[in-house]
């Protein structure tokens, strides 16, 4: 693979389908009794997290350790960055204790590009701002394909919270790559300006658009990006009330999707608001599949960066030798990105 993985946008269609057919290979490991591969061992991970999560550092930490990497898990709250260190100099201790790879969650959009330009080692975005989140993408891709058997002709419709959500974002870029045909749904108030320029269709009336769609994606609601405690958010929509009303998957709207039609959600969830438990929890949620599915993939891309010479699968245990991956194909030019 590339050196770094920042974006979706950095994934050609050989580079994703690449992903996604190692993660597929690393699934198995879940169902051994010993959860273990010696692929990363001698390798340092560092989970550099910036913004409070449960889901992501928890399985990027637990990809890293099935593949018998070290792992370091820093905070930011307690570090020297609540006492005012800057995040190059945090990056520049982390060269110093010669880290192979900086998987980052920062509040600031490009972030992690920053830090790229800092360190040797190899970056993975695992969320920065309202930018990307491209492994949550991955993930979300992996799970299509494992629940319809393909993601080119998809109809995938997401909808939400776009103007805030990376995962937005990335899961448009990378569906795109893929063949799937991405429809946005969501108040005006919330999608970015230049939407008109991702590789999306967008739609205000969900009722329209869900007997069309083979998958449909819920976003949460980002109070916390509204303002101080979400007090701004009335400025986007009238009421909580009134938004799960347009805009919130309950079961009546449920019962308008097709039979095989899936149900997704990155996480975490407000119940009763954007999605019904009924739906959450209903046979056509994927939502805890989301969740294991993240841990084979994140295996995949940190192999794929740190190890992709070796065989993912049946490395000997003892004396084999970690080779650099080969470089991926530049992504395809003029493609629009989301800013």
Same mark, same amino acid.
């Given at each position: 693979m590339r050196r770094h993985l920042l974006s979706a946008a950095d994934l050609s269609l050989e580079d994703a389908t690449l992903v996604l057919d190692t993660a597929e290979e690393l699934a198995q490991v879940s169902e051994r009794t010993v959860k273990k591969l010696p692929t990363l061992r001698g390798r340092t991970v560092v989970n550099l997290f910036f913004e409070d999560s449960t889901r992501t550092r928890t399985s990027f930490e637990l990809a $890293?350790?099935?593949?018998?990497a070290d792992v370091i898990n820093f905070s930011a709250k307690g570090s020297s960055v609540s006492k005012g260190e800057t995040l190059k100099d945090t990056a520049l201790t982390l060269e110093a204790m010669g880290s192979d790879a900086v998987?980052?969650?920062?509040?600031?959009? #490009?972030?992690?590009?920053?830090?790229?330009?800092?360190?040797? #080692?190899?970056?993975v975005n695992a969320?920065?701002?309202?930018?990307?989140h491209p492994t949550q993408a991955l993930l979300d891709a992996f799970t299509m394909r494992k629940r319809l058997g393909r993601i080119e002709g998809l109809a995938v419709t997401i909808v939400g919270d776009v103007l805030h959500s990376r995962v937005a974002r990335s899961n448009v870029l990378l569906l795109s790559t893929l063949g799937a045909d991405v429809t946005l749904v969501a108040p005006p108030t919330l999608l970015p300006v230049g939407?008109?320029?991702w590789p999306a269709s967008v739609s205000y009336d969900l009722d329209a658009v869900l007997p069309k769609s083979d998958v449909?994606?819920?976003?949460?609601?980002?109070?916390?990006?509204?303002?101080?405690? #979400?007090?701004?958010?009335?400025?986007?929509?009238?009421?909580?009330?009134?938004?799960?009303?347009?805009?919130?998957?309950?079961?009546?709207?449920a019962l308008a999707l097709a039979d095989d039609a899936?149900?997704?959600?990155p996480g975490p969830m407000v119940r009763g608001m954007e999605i019904a438990p009924e739906v959450a929890d209903g046979v056509r949620s994927t939502i805890v599949e989301q969740v294991a599915n993240g841990v084979s993939v994140r295996m995949a891309v940190l192999y794929l960066?740190?190890?992709?010479? $070796?065989?993912?699968?049946?490395?000997p245990d003892v004396g084999f030798d970690l080779a650099p991956p080969a470089p991926l194909t530049p992504p395809a030019q003029g493609r629009a990105t989301p800013a």
């Open positions: $890293a350790k099935r593949l018998s998987v980052i969650r920062h509040s600031w959009s #490009g972030a992690p590009a920053n830090l790229a330009r800092w360190i040797r #080692g190899s970056v969320g920065d701002g309202t930018h990307e939407v008109e320029t449909v994606m819920m976003l949460r609601v980002q109070r916390e990006r509204m303002g101080p405690s #979400g007090e701004k958010a009335t400025a986007y929509f009238p009421s909580s009330r009134e938004y799960s009303r347009r805009y919130g998957l309950d079961v009546r709207r899936i149900v997704m959600h960066l740190l190890g992709g010479a $070796a065989p993912a699968i049946g490395a």
